[in-house]
């Protein structure tokens, strides 16, 4: 962005941080369609430029298939549920709680649970097969304004912080349903995990935001809250396999993502009806040839992956999930 400073000469006004409100390091440091990733040098948080998050239907087709199944419970979640700093029981409510694998766990270890989840189809699936009368298909935004009295003793949130476009607003709607003293968890993509090539997951409208251990905490500390626990996975078998299986993209590979017209970075960035078009649009056959010599391709690295993993474990190399524990004390 360019603006005229007090000589009037152009000079480039840098955006503000939507974490700490600094104003971030001059350069982009990544681009990607129109957007720009910036890095925030007093909290650390990157971020990407400009932000508008897409509407309930956008993720509903984008996790379509997600959404009418208990998925497994994703590393965030046992985390958690095996923290001995973790309160154990009393109420929770759970952000996104997708179809409600979560919330049936956490049930399970003693906690009255509550959930909300964007995606009506998944909202309604936790409820009725899953027993999980208090799953609410409400954004955070409709359930604080609908239910402003309702206090609970934890809130969990598992990757859901790095879709926010205003975290700060957001962990405000956390607090205001926080009794005092209450506890928070969570899981975000860690952005110093190993990657050999672009995560495709990781960009915006999807993801806004990349964060690590110190961008979070001073997130949270800012916010009035005291961490507890901090874990960064360590990259697994499967992730050094996926890693092995990035950096070895070959010509097919290559030549496929490059044609395909529905990759899924390319349908993130369509509205939610064009997106809905393309994901129900029947694979081709040569798409459908290239998806199974992918998948026979990924299955090849699991080998080299046994030999390699000795080293990435020695090397600390870093898996996909960073998961924070944190109580409120102001
Ligand atoms: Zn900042």
Not at 25 to 31: G, Q, S, V
Not at 157 to 162: D, G, I, N, Q, R
Not at 183 to 191: D, E, M
Not at 286 to 305: D, E, I
Request: net charge neutral; proline share 6%.
């Amino acid at each position: 962005m360019l603006g005229m400073d007090s000589r009037g000469s152009v000079a480039v006004i840098s955006p503000a941080c939507p974490a700490c409100a600094k104003s971030a390091e001059d350069a982009a440091t990544e681009r990607y369609g129109n957007y720009e990733l910036f890095r925030c040098a007093v909290c650390d948080l990157q971020f990407w430029e400009p932000r508008v998050m897409p509407d309930a239907r956008w993720y509903e087709q984008m996790y379509s298939g997600r959404d009418v199944k208990l998925m497994p419970l994703e590393p965030g979640h046992k985390y958690f549920l095996r923290d001995p700093l973790a309160p154990g029981r009393g109420e929770l409510l759970d952000i996104g709680c997708g179809t409600g694998n979560f919330l049936v766990a956490a049930r399970a270890a003693g906690y009255t649970v509550s959930g909300t989840e964007l995606d009506r189809n998944a909202a309604r699936f936790a409820k009725e097969q899953l027993d999980l009368p208090r799953v609410l298909g409400l954004t955070m935004s409709e359930f604080v304004e609908k239910y402003p009295g309702e206090k609970f003793d934890i809130v969990t949130f598992f990757e859901v912080l790095e879709h926010q476009a205003a975290p700060v607003e957001f962990v405000e709607k956390v607090k205001s349903c926080l009794r005092s003293g209450g506890y928070i968890a969570l899981s975000v993509p860690n952005r110093e995990r190993w990657l050999t090539g672009p995560d495709v997951l990781d960009y915006p409208p999807n993801h806004f935001l990349r964060w690590n251990v110190s961008a979070l905490r001073n997130l949270l500390s800012a916010q009035g809250f005291e961490i507890l626990s901090v874990t960064e996975q360590l990259a697994g078998l499967a992730h050094t396999a996926q890693m092995i299986n990035m950096a070895l993209r070959t010509g097919l590979t290559r030549k496929a993502t490059g044609d395909a017209p529905n990759s899924f970075r390319e349908v993130t960035q369509m509205g939610s009806q064009e997106a809905a078009t393309a994901l129900q649009a029947e694979p081709t056959v040569r798409q459908r040839a290239v998806q199974f010599l992918g998948r026979m391709k990924y299955v090849a690295c699991f080998p080299l992956a046994i030999v390699a993993y000795p080293y990435v474990r020695l090397r600390g190399y870093k898996g996909t999930y960073l998961y924070f524990l944190a109580r409120l004390v102001q």
